[in-house]
């Protein structure tokens, strides 16, 4: 019998080496397809990630900014949409009815539109930002070629009106900038969404947070107010040829700022257009200034609430004072003898200031200074507050002179918000409210009221009660450019020099004149602060009286402050209505 | 010499018919083929669903833009210089405080209030996703009349 041939039999020894290969083989791709399963998540993720990228888009859904309202619900600033337009030139199938429709639509010039609609590129910028309308004109053409993508605008319905307190958006309507835009941007600009959508099968996915719009914000100013404040406040600077000017007024009960105005100023719709940068700063908080003499009336209330003078507190007056090797002088250089505190306020000595100051020392008198917020941001809600600078001894280049300087307003820099937020305490019997500009925040979750705090009780109701008599009699006697007809009114205006590296400037157009008024005097239901930087007339009380009096005029009508004598027929009516009802 | 497995194996010419087992595969096939079928009808309904509702978001932003619009578009009307205007040009003007009489009215407060605004709260998911209630044979009945009238179409 004939064995296998030679080759089957050189097969036949290796076949089980091939099997047993095979069946190896097979085993190492079982255990990796076992393994494949059990990847370290970091490596399933990336993987799902690869597959999801083949099957699934992302889809930006942008976050609505929060609205802006003033206290009675008027918007001031809410959102639109603008497009920016793009054409594929590829894509287009009739380039000249195109290039019609467009025309007609944008109003731009058919040549050049030609040329991009007929252009070899992939993509051609057409025109942006184009208004909603003709987004929406271009949309109802219904054409391929076209690509229109949208553009959040911020939209300032009030033009220029309160345009530092509003603020501007950089960015798309991203990024907050200035007043409470930039204050608030955290607030207002809400979160931007990637979500993911599956186009295999197509899928909108429906758990969009809830809290991804920004919050609406609800603000204390009056927007009548606002108007009417900033209308004086142009007419003045104007009149006065000034430099600029700043109006704020303050309800001091609650520390509600009702209106703030500064002028020159700008408009947020078109704030790129604007050529002086120093018009995107608002000098109500971020521009720190020597007050000059109206800090006199803080002086006194400090010396009366640490006890170092009394209401009966006199001096001899001669004009000038020598304090750390400098000399001080009164007004016009004018001696006024045996002169008490009201005289010092009403005749706005400053060697009478500088006396009380010397009399409290430093450490009583920076420290009132400190209570009545000087050298530090007041916290009011707006962007970009500077505290100030306020020097006490042991800083550098504090010196002697720093005091009696300092107890008539200069060689210190305040804000006007706090000179404002200074004198509301006085005027609310001592109590310093926190200034506000946001009332009401509201989102999804609902309303959130911002409550008035109490920052300090800064002197007692007494000594309140005494330096607003003073105040009085600086309208009446010294400032008479700020009464009323029927109201009281306690104020007081001041001058302050410019200084210079090498001393102080001279001349027309050389001093900030600042006033401070209290409407009605007894019982403040509003606080005005007039301040105007180079006038051509160098004395406050020349000034901005006159300017505090226009605004006051109009501002009892608005709020409803019934004069002295109504208020008075009021309360004795009320009187009797409780005594006849008891 | 008998015949090797593997002699066996590749002198195997033949195959055998099974017709219980063809049976049983073109039945699998059509089982396949059916719940492929489901499959995607049910896919190509529920992305004309979401094609649906991507239009309606569609519309609902147009519609939310042009509103916006519209407010806007009001509150430029009704800005202080031009009511002020309009007022004087109708015969109005700034009252002075001679022109005001002041009444004591009981339980005033004479404290100025300020506008209680309220956004409109979007609707809770929970709230505004309808109920699942659906049962198996009113599915089945559903497909069914989707598929009726997609051969009901096609007649058309």
């Known amino acids: 019998m004939q064995g296998p041939s030679p080759q089957k039999s050189i097969i036949q020894a290796r076949l089980p080496f091939v099997a047993v290969f095979l069946v190896l083989m097979a085993a190492y791709l079982v255990i990796n397809l076992a393994n494949f399963q059990f990847f370290p998540r970091s490596v399933r993720q990336e993987l799902e990630k690869i597959g999801s990228s083949v099957t699934n888009t992302t889809l930006r859904v942008p976050a609505e900014r929060g609205l802006i309202f003033d206290r009675d619900g008027e918007p001031l600033a809410f959102n639109i949409v603008q497009y920016r337009l793009g054409v594929s030139p590829a894509l287009v199938a009739n380039d000249e009815a195109l290039m019609k429709d467009l025309a007609a639509i944008l109003d731009i010039n058919e040549f050049d539109l030609f040329r991009k609609i007929s252009s070899e590129n992939v993509w051609e910028f057409i025109a942006g930002p184009i208004s909603a309308e003709q987004g929406q004109a271009i949309a109802a053409l219904d054409e391929i070629s076209l690509g229109l993508e949208e553009i959040p605008k911020r939209f300032y319905p009030q033009g220029t009106l309160a345009a530092h307190v509003i603020g501007i958006v950089l960015d798309e309507g991203l990024v907050g900038s200035l007043g409470v835009e930039g204050a608030y941007n955290d607030t207002l600009s809400g979160r931007v969404l990637d979500l993911s959508i599956s186009n295999v099968p197509f899928y909108l996915p429906e758990d969009r947070p809830s809290e991804q719009r920004g919050k609406d914000i609800v603000l204390t100013l009056d927007r009548d107010v606002q ?9 003045a600077v104007e009149e006065f040829k000034a430099y600029r000017g700043t109006v704020i007024v303050m309800d001091p ?32 908080v971020q521009d720190a200034y020597e007050p000059g003499s109206i800090m006199q009336v803080l002086t006194v209330a400090s010396a009366l609430e640490t006890g170092t003078i009394s209401p009966y507190w006199t001096y001899n007056d001669t004009g000038q004072l020598e304090v750390g090797g400098q000399k001080i002088y009164n007004r016009h250089f004018q001696a006024h003898g045996t002169a008490d505190a009201a005289t010092v306020l009403i005749r706005s000595l400053n060697a009478g200031a500088a006396t009380i100051g010397l009399e409290m020392g430093t450490a009583q008198f920076y420290s009132m200074m400190r209570a009545f917020g000087f050298g530090q941001p007041t916290g009011v809600g707006l962007f970009a507050e500077v505290p100030g600078e306020l020097k006490i001894p042991g800083d550098t280049n504090w010196s002697e002179s720093y ?19 200074a004198f509301s305490a006085l005027a609310n019997d001592g109590i310093m409210r926190q200034p506000r500009i946001v009332r009401q925040v509201i989102g999804e979750a609902g309303v959130e009221e911002a409550r008035p705090t109490t920052v300090r009780r800064v002197v007692s109701a007494e000594t309140a009660a005494i330096v607003r008599d003073m105040m009085i009699r600086v309208v009446r006697e010294g400032a008479s450019g700020g009464f009323i007809r029927g109201y009281t009114i306690a104020g007081k205006p001041g001058t302050a020099w410019i200084s210079t590296a090498v001393g102080q400037e001279y001349g027309e157009h050389s001093s900030i004149v600042t006033f401070v008024g209290a409407v009605p005097a007894y019982n403040p239901q509003a606080v005005i602060l007039v301040k105007l930087d180079r006038p051509n007339e160098y004395y406050g009380y020349a000034v901005t009286p006159q300017v505090f009096k226009r605004i006051a005029d109009r501002l009892v009508i608005l709020l409803e402050i019934p004069d002295d004598d109504v208020r008075n027929r009021l309360e004795a009516a009320k009187t009797d209505i409780s005594t006849d009802g008891r | 010499m008998s015949q090797t497995w593997f002699q066996h194996t590749f002198n195997r010419k033949r195959f055998r018919t099974r017709n219980q087992a063809t049976a049983m595969a073109i039945l699998g096939v059509a089982v396949l083929l059916l719940l492929g079928g489901l499959y995607l009808s049910q896919v190509a309904s529920f992305a004309i669903t979401n094609r649906g509702i991507e239009d309606l978001i569609s519309r609902r932003d147009q519609l939310k833009r042009q509103n916006e619009q519209l ?13 002020y205007a309009r007022a004087v040009e109708i015969g109005f003007r700034p009252a002075a405080n001679s022109d005001i009489d002041y009444l004591l009215i009981e339980g005033y407060n004479p404290q100025r ?26 599915w089945l009945e559903q497909q069914f009349t989707l598929l009726r009238d997609q051969f009901d179409s096609f007649g058309e």
Not at chain 1, 227 to 235: G, K, P
Not at chain 2, 72 to 81: D, L, N, Q, Y
Request: net charge negative; proline share 7%.
């Open chain 1, 227 to 235: 108007f009417w404040v900033e209308s004086e406040l142009r007419a």
């Open chain 1, 253 to 284: 009960r609650d520390g509600d700022v009702l209106a703030l105005a500064n002028y020159p100023t700008m408009d947020p719709n078109r704030f790129l257009e604007i050529e002086d940068p120093s018009l995107l700063e608002n000098p109500a």
């Open chain 1, 403 to 421: 005091l009696g300087h300092n107890s008539f307003g200069q060689d210190l820099q305040v804000t006007s918000m706090q000179l404002i937020t």
């Open chain 2, 71 to 83: 407010v806007g578009e009001i509150a430029s009307f009704r800005t202080v210089p031009r009511l």
């Open chain 2, 113 to 138: 209030g300020y506008a209680q605004l309220e956004r409109s709260v979007s609707i809770p998911l929970e709230e505004a996703a309808p109920v699942y209630a659906q049962t198996f044979s009113a």
